[in-house]
């Protein structure tokens, strides 16, 4: 047979040869490309709640003693609202704007994709989605914030899925609960309690036209950062309202006319500078009792915070502050204030959370200089020394250390109680080497200090380093003879559905850690301190108070903590780098901090009786000694108001 012919009767077997190996080829590329789109496909969740209750993100509500909210950090989720509680105008404003086809597609707009693609051919960049609502809610709950031919896909295939398994109406009620507003806010009922401080129910149709306008761009069109810009989108709004017929021509001049107006209270500064220590304190304090290995659910954590307490702490700092500390070069301040059984009511770590987040009374830890000295002396009292026990307050030499006193002067014999009252350096060292400098360390960590103390001589002028809250926990032994309760400032932990996770021993007796002989001995020192010692700047009006001063070397740190029968506060003042201030001592900026915060907590409150005896009468020595430390003082601040400070 000729080859012509040959050919021929073989050219449909060539064709049907060469057609299946397109075939194959096609299927190939088709597997290959079907995988590279959908291999890593989620699923969507079985049942309509799993839908409501996938990607809900922990968050953390913070309350204060009397149950009123300090502060809410993570998402803020509001209540599930249906379609049917919501104004018409709601569901609408969001339907115009966002997916005008929402009830005509299978949940893909085709014709939208097609323009969205011409659209962003034509600008050389992505200018248009071309997403509906429903492909929106599958990229919200199910998908990565991927964007990508492949995420695209997968959003088709799932919202078309979505679309086979709920109704319209229950896919824009979901959408509407779970749509990012802004501002942390999730779904309608949050960014309008968020934004207006009102419900769902009581939006107006310029509200609803507001928040239909934030889904394009929730950060950047949020109206607390840019309420131009999301103004001029609810415009756009209302504009496709009208269009598409869902409000008339005067709704739309009204709307228009007179634009939302976010709640008054978002307008005004908030609380952040007072309570963002105290909240991020809770919250520490929080996640240590739950333990790092359990799962950490919406937390709903109740605080011993008097807000009113906490406020007035707040004011004190930067009052104080504000007014010298920038004369004397007092860069932060920080305040703790505890109640009788140890639980924190006011807690400042910081002039301002805003700029700075450290917490200067929990994580901070500095030389508490002579507020160290109380432990000293109980040292000693258990060594068997008391406060008359009398010391030669003269230059000494201990293995080559050799404190001095603040001014220079020495006073010749004195005892442990005139000693403390002048803050006498030479005495504390004196007394606590004779009591046993590991004594004295175990009695600090005893009384509440975790901070390793090397048992050194210096250590007996707060050489070593404190926190302030244990500090002021410290001396709240004192006030309570000898009884330790250790701070605590959480008093219970719920979820966010009311189920009861943890709470505090509400008795909270304490243990004794100090006898009440000594407890009270220190304590009617330290009630001399503030008489007529050096915390002078520290007295409470109308009430019996106690406390010591205490300044690190160079004036590097400036201390006072004290109590009254119903308070024990600390103030710290001191630089951020450790650097020097320019003479500050604790019973300047520290006596007077404390002092506004007590006398403004005190306010109201009936005057009781320290548990230790008040002390005795100042004797003619005791008024020259006096004299002498009120001239000193007053001659320190007339230098430092002639050198410009």
Do not use: C
């Not at 404190?466 to 709240?476: A, D, I, K």
């Not at 900026?589 to 009786?609: N, R």
Request: proline content about 6%; glycine content about 8%; overall charge neutral.
């Amino acid at each position: 047979m000729p080859l012509r012919a040959r050919l021929r009767r073989a050219l449909p077997l060539i064709l049907a040869g060469f057609l299946l190996v397109l075939i194959a080829a096609g299927a190939g590329a088709g597997a290959v490309a079907w995988r590279w789109a959908f291999h890593d496909l989620p699923d969507l969740p079985e049942s309509v709640d799993a839908l409501w209750d996938v990607r809900l993100e922990p968050s953390v509500t913070v309350l204060a003693d009397d149950g009123s909210v300090m502060s809410v950090r993570g998402p803020l989720y509001g209540r599930r609202v249906g379609l049917e509680e919501m104004p018409a105008h709601l569901p609408q404003a969001f339907l115009a704007i966002e997916d005008r086809r929402f009830f005509d597609h299978d949940g893909v707009d085709w014709y939208g994709l097609a323009r969205s693609f011409w659209v962003n051919v034509r600008a050389g960049r992505t200018e248009q989605g071309g997403s509906t609502l429903t492909m929106q809610l599958v990229k919200n709950l199910v998908l990565t914030p991927e964007r990508s031919l492949r995420r695209k896909l997968q959003e088709i295939r799932l919202a078309r899925q979505l679309e086979r398994r709920l109704s319209k109406q229950e896919i824009l009620e979901l959408y509407l609960n779970r749509v990012y507003l802004g501002e942390q806010a999730y779904g309608v009922e949050a960014a309008a309690r968020r934004y207006f401080q009102t419900t769902t129910a009581e939006l107006s149709l310029q509200e609803a036209a507001l928040l239909a306008a934030l889904p394009k761009a929730p950060t950047r069109l949020a109206p607390t950062a840019n309420m131009e810009a999301a103004l001029a989108r609810t415009r756009l709004v209302l504009s496709s309202m009208l269009e598409q017929g869902f409000i008339d021509p005067i709704a739309y001049l009204t709307a228009s006319a007179i634009p939302a107006e976010l709640a008054e209270a978002l307008l005004a500064p908030g609380d952040a500078q007072a309570l963002g220590h105290a909240f991020d304190a809770a919250l520490a304090e929080a996640l240590a009792v739950l333990g790092e290995d359990r799962a950490v659910p919406d937390l709903v954590i109740t605080t011993t915070i008097d807000l009113t307490l906490q406020r007035a702490a707040q004011a004190a700092v930067n009052d104080v502050r504000d007014a010298q500390g920038e004369a004397r070069q007092a860069g932060e301040g920080a305040l703790v204030a505890l109640g009788p059984a140890g639980q924190v009511r006011a807690l400042v770590g910081g002039r301002d959370y805003r700029v700075s987040q450290f917490n200067r009374a929990t994580q901070a830890r500095r030389q508490p200089g002579s507020a160290f000295k109380p432990i000293v002396f109980a040292a000693a009292f258990e060594a068997g020394m008391d406060p008359a026990t009398v010391f030669e307050d003269a230059p000494i030499d201990i293995d080559g250390w050799s404190p001095v006193n603040f001014g220079g002067r020495f006073l010749g014999p004195i005892t442990i109680a005139d000693a403390l009252k002048r803050s006498v350096n030479t005495v504390a060292a004196q007394a606590g080497v004779r009591a046993g400098m590991s004594n004295v360390t175990a009695m600090a960590a005893r009384l509440g200090l975790s901070t390793p103390m090397l048992p050194v001589p210096a250590m007996t002028l707060g050489a070593g380093e404190v926190q302030l809250l244990e500090l002021t926990g410290v001396y709240s032994v004192f006030a309570r003879d000898g009884r330790r309760s250790p701070p605590f400032l959480v008093r219970e932990i719920r979820s966010a559905r009311g189920e009861l996770i943890w709470e505090a021993d509400r008795a909270r007796e304490g243990e004794p850690v100090l006898s009440v002989e000594h407890a009270r001995w220190v304590s009617t020192m330290m009630q001399s301190v503030v008489i007529d010692g050096t915390g002078t700047r520290a007295r409470l009006p109308g009430h019996r108070a106690a406390g010591k001063t205490g300044t690190s070397q160079n004036s590097r740190d400036a201390w006072f903590v004290g109590y009254s029968a119903h308070l024990t506060a600390g103030g710290w003042v001191g630089m951020e780098a450790d650097t020097p201030m320019q003479g500050v001592t604790g019973g300047q900026l520290p006596a007077e901090i404390w002092s506004q915060f007590m006398i403004t907590a005190h306010e109201g409150v009936t005057p009781a009786p320290l548990a230790a005896p008040a002390p005795r009468r100042r004797s003619a020595r005791d008024e020259q000694l006096a004299a002498f430390y009120s001239s000193l003082s007053a001659r320190f601040d007339a230098e430092l108001r002639s050198s410009g400070g």
